[in-house]
């Protein structure tokens, strides 16, 4: 098997698909089909990160960690913060460069060397 798509259930679709689209760069994928305010996709690689509206009330997910790869963190970190994004500091374990953050909605994101 091959993980093909993580899926995000929010409320906040709008800042969200700003976030994943511009602030992250990657490239929406829609569906003709189905209204983007509740369903859209971008291209992440090999996988796709999947937005679907959240209906009713209570909180919705639970832990996750979306983990981008970039060969310089440094470079991604610096890029990504000049775009408003909330990244904390490159962590190293040898070779291994890490750096976490958050989207708008408080998921956990994280740019890392480890292919």
């Given at each position: 098997?091959?993980?093909?798509?993580?899926?995000?259930?929010?409320?906040k679709m709008d800042s969200l698909t700003k976030f994943y689209g511009k602030q992250l760069g990657l490239s929406p994928r829609i569906d003709p089909r189905v209204d983007p305010s509740e369903w859209i996709e971008f291209d992440a690689g090999e996988a796709r990160v999947a937005l679907h509206k959240a209906h009713g009330k209570g909180r919705v997910g639970g832990a996750m960690k979306l983990v981008f790869y970039a060969k310089d963190v440094d470079k991604a970190r610096a890029l990504l913060m000049r775009k408003k994004v909330k990244m904390g500091t490159v962590?190293?374990?040898?070779?291994t460069a890490m750096c976490d953050g958050s989207d708008p909605?408080?998921?956990?994101?994280?740019v890392s060397n480890r292919p």
């Amino acid at each position: 098997m091959k993980l093909k798509r993580v899926i995000i259930f929010t409320s906040k679709m709008d800042s969200l698909t700003k976030f994943y689209g511009k602030q992250l760069g990657l490239s929406p994928r829609i569906d003709p089909r189905v209204d983007p305010s509740e369903w859209i996709e971008f291209d992440a690689g090999e996988a796709r990160v999947a937005l679907h509206k959240a209906h009713g009330k209570g909180r919705v997910g639970g832990a996750m960690k979306l983990v981008f790869y970039a060969k310089d963190v440094d470079k991604a970190r610096a890029l990504l913060m000049r775009k408003k994004v909330k990244m904390g500091t490159v962590k190293r374990f040898g070779e291994t460069a890490m750096c976490d953050g958050s989207d708008p909605a408080g998921n956990r994101i994280q740019v890392s060397n480890r292919p």
